[in-house]
């Protein structure tokens, strides 16, 4: 899901879409994936609500993550 958002498909209907799951799930995956750090916002665009990666995962160290 991580690596969808970066690409750009950040809609919660085509993540849920693509995944095959529902956008109640979407919005689960989304919330644990900002509980480990990540900073994902919702912004509008057009009709749809997308998300978006806003910076890099920081690792232990406190410095930003290079992997992707």
């Not at 958002?5 to 799951?21: N, P, Q, T, Y």
């Not at 799930?25 to 919330?31: L, P, Q």
């Not at 912004?43 to 890099?56: A, D, E, H, P």
Request: charged fraction near 25%.
């Amino acid at each position: 899901m991580l690596q969808m958002i970066r690409d750009g498909e950040g809609s919660a209907d085509v993540l849920a879409a693509k995944l095959g799951v529902s956008m109640a799930t979407v919005a689960r995956g989304i919330s644990a994936l900002r509980d480990r750090g990540n900073d994902i916002q919702a912004v509008r665009s057009g009709t749809r609500w997308c998300y978006t990666l806003q910076r890099k995962n920081k690792g232990k160290s406190g410095n930003e993550s290079t992997s992707h």
